[in-house]
């Protein structure tokens, strides 16, 4: 399992190195909002480790959402991530297709990531189990699950240990692997073992537990310990 770190800064990213995979995002623009393509550029120039770029929370804006995930790619990100925030397996379908051509045309190699929310009930988007399904239709590498409302509450708050087991399974089956983030816990780790997804992301629990402050490398360090 791998573990995904999502700091918000150059600054920041420096406490992340240890995390297997550095993913840049802006968690002031939204809970998969983009960070600037020089900060990106930076972070994947100091990081001798994969480094991952959230796009945004897109509304269906496929346009946006490919231009937006070329940007990433060409700013070094190795994995071009995207969340999805709205309704519709067709739409998803469409968008992750965007995304997918406009990363790989150019950057084949790169790993493009479609997020949908465990808490997709309450916002009103997709399920992740069927924006896992159009992702693989249109090529995507990875499917992911996170929060799309950062007010505390966790993945499992909304989706139990045996939903996100399915889901992974499912993905298994799509031939895409699985990356569930959300306010995850260091008490979480144990059922995320077993669930075992190919990728999990945090950010608060790197923090100390309250997201908007600053990741501290023991805590990463922790996590990596847990996870091996
Ligand atoms: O991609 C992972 C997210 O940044 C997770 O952030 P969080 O653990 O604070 O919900």
Same mark, same amino acid.
């Given at each position: 399992?791998?573990?995904?770190?999502?700091?918000?800064?150059?600054?920041?990213?420096?406490?992340?190195?240890?995390?297997?995979?550095?993913?840049?995002?802006?968690?002031?623009?939204?809970?998969?909002?983009?960070?600037?393509?020089?900060?990106?550029?930076?972070?994947?120039?100091?990081?001798?480790?994969?480094?991952?770029?959230?796009?945004?929370?897109?509304?269906?804006?496929?346009?946006?959402?490919?231009? +937006? *995930?070329?940007? /990433? &790619?060409? $700013? !070094? @990100? %190795?994995?071009?991530?995207?969340?999805?925030?709205?309704?519709?397996?067709?739409?998803?379908?469409?968008?992750?297709?965007?995304?997918?051509?406009?990363?790989?045309?150019?950057?084949?190699?790169?790993?493009?990531?479609?997020?949908?929310?465990?808490?997709?009930?309450?916002?009103?988007?997709?399920?992740?189990?069927? +924006? *896992?399904?159009? /992702? &693989?239709? $249109? !090529? @995507? %590498?990875?499917?992911?699950?996170?929060?799309?409302?950062?007010?505390?509450?966790?993945?499992?708050?909304?989706?139990?240990?045996?939903?996100?087991?399915?889901?992974?399974?499912?993905?298994?089956?799509?031939?895409?692997?699985?990356?569930?983030?959300?306010?995850?816990?260091?008490?979480?780790?144990?059922?995320?073992?077993?669930?075992?997804?190919?990728?999990?992301?945090?950010?608060?629990?790197?923090?100390?537990?309250?997201?908007?402050?600053?990741?501290?490398?023991?805590?990463?360090?922790?996590?990596?310990?847990?996870?091996?």
């Amino acid at each position: 399992m791998r573990l995904l770190v999502s700091p918000s800064s150059i600054e920041e990213a420096r406490s992340a190195l240890a995390a297997d995979i550095i993913d840049v995002k802006k968690p002031s623009e939204g809970s998969l909002g983009a960070n600037f393509p020089w900060v990106i550029r930076a972070i994947k120039e100091m990081a001798e480790k994969p480094v991952s770029a959230a796009i945004g929370d897109f509304d269906y804006k496929p346009g946006g959402a490919a231009l +937006a *995930a070329y940007g /990433a &790619a060409c $700013a !070094g @990100a %190795d994995y071009v991530k995207v969340g999805l925030m709205f309704d519709g397996k067709e739409k998803a379908y469409e968008l992750s297709k965007a995304v997918v051509q406009a990363v790989k045309d150019e950057f084949p190699e790169k790993i493009v990531v479609i997020a949908a929310y465990s808490d997709y009930q309450r916002l009103g988007t997709i399920s992740p189990f069927v +924006a *896992a399904e159009a /992702a &693989a239709d $249109a !090529g @995507a %590498d990875v499917a992911m699950i996170d929060t799309g409302k950062k007010d505390g509450k966790s993945t499992f708050a909304f989706m139990d240990a045996d939903m996100l087991a399915a889901y992974t399974a499912q993905n298994r089956d799509l031939g895409v692997e699985t990356a569930l983030a959300g306010s995850l816990k260091f008490e979480d780790l144990t059922a995320l073992k077993t669930i075992d997804p190919e990728i999990i992301g945090v950010r608060g629990m790197v923090c100390g537990g309250d997201r908007t402050d600053a990741i501290r490398p023991e805590l990463v360090e922790k996590a990596l310990a847990m996870l091996r």
